[in-house]
């Protein structure tokens, strides 16, 4: 294998400068799942914590560990999802905040959170229509009252309510909107103190300024991710923060072969169906092997010089996942592990 994963951290912080003055006065959430999409949770977390971030989105313990390892105390790191009362430990004694969508887990933070003698700081998700995860509108008053019977006893703080939406329409999103209103106007009249609210993800948070709330949890965006369908990069000021590339290893016939492949991470299927970069110029991928791809050959092709696939000089990740029906973001986070990160 030769390919590379070049991660420009100028880029990145670039990027968050664009969307906190977008979104602004509410806050940045950055969001860092499946290893901070693809680029690598250390450099990315250590970047945005230079910049000033002070918010990140985790997803799973493992990652809020990492990110709370590289960004020390300081750092607001919301977690929402958590495996049991082992994990619901850690998390309380790594001082994260928890987002929950299911009033069993809601139990279970609380009776954690009493046994160690440390108030749970949470997020309380209702859902707004997409089901994914949250609890739901006819439950909320009921979830409410444990919230505040647990703050009471002190074993609960809510620090947070919030939802995701489907960013698939404004009208649905509208219908969502009302839903999550009505949900914080339940929190309000139960007595409890505002909390943090935070609906919007990178769409709708850099379309709908009403969405934006206090906080705004937002990944692709930062990765210069643009959402397929949707403006380009340039459009949203945004830009690529990472560049694959790998070299020719062969050549066969009158084309290339280069080092990377399906177990590196590159969808097969987008074999005979994009563009990559060469110093030939642009040049068809025709094929995409478990280790290695077929690459249309250019004149004065030669072993060593490298190939573009996304990224810098060619093709965005959401311009190669468009071509197969997916996301950019799917294109990013597949790129296995073993390909190395090369940061500057």
């Not at 995409?288 to 573009?308: F, K």
Request: aromatic share 4%.
């Amino acid at each position: 294998m030769s390919a590379v994963l070049h991660v420009d951290l100028d880029a990145l912080g670039r990027n968050i400068a664009v969307v906190r003055g977008r979104v602004a006065p509410a806050e940045l959430m950055l969001v860092v799942k499946d290893d901070a999409y693809g680029h690598g949770v250390g450099p990315i977390v250590e970047r945005a914590t230079a910049d000033g971030v002070e918010w990140f989105g985790a997803f799973d313990l493992a990652t809020a560990l990492r990110v709370r390892a590289v960004a020390g105390d300081r750092a607001r790191i919301f977690v929402w999802m958590l495996a049991g009362p082992d994990d619901i430990r850690t998390a309380l004694a790594a001082d994260l905040d928890i987002g929950i969508g299911d009033a069993d887990l809601l139990r279970d933070v609380a009776a954690s959170a009493a046994a160690v003698g440390r108030a749970a700081r949470v997020h309380l998700k209702v859902d707004t229509g997409l089901h994914r995860n949250g609890i739901r509108p006819e439950e909320w008053a009921d979830a409410v009252a444990t919230v505040a019977a647990s703050r009471a006893s002190g074993d609960v703080d809510l620090v947070g309510v919030w939802s995701h939406i489907a960013e698939a329409s404004d009208a649905e999103d509208d219908e969502s909107r009302a839903v999550y209103e009505r949900a914080l106007a339940e929190v309000a009249s139960a007595g409890l103190p505002r909390p943090l609210r935070h609906l919007a993800a990178s769409a709708a948070s850099s379309a709908r300024g009403d969405f934006r709330y206090d906080l705004v949890r937002v990944g692709a965006f930062c990765y210069g991710i643009r959402p397929d369908g949707g403006p380009s990069e340039s459009a949203l000021g945004i830009e690529p923060i990472a560049t694959l590339d790998a070299a020719v290893v062969r050549r066969e016939g009158e084309d290339v072969v280069v080092g990377v492949g399906a177990l590196d991470g590159l969808p097969s299927t987008l074999g005979g169906k994009i563009q990559v970069a060469t110093p030939g110029g642009a040049r068809r991928m025709l094929r995409i092997d478990d280790t290695e791809a077929v690459v249309s050959g250019w004149p004065l092709a030669a072993v060593g010089q490298r190939v573009t696939i996304y990224g810098r000089g060619a093709a965005s990740a959401t311009d190669l996942a468009e071509t197969i029906g997916t996301i950019g973001e799917e294109i990013a986070v597949r790129i296995s592990p073993i390909v190395p990160r090369r940061y500057r």
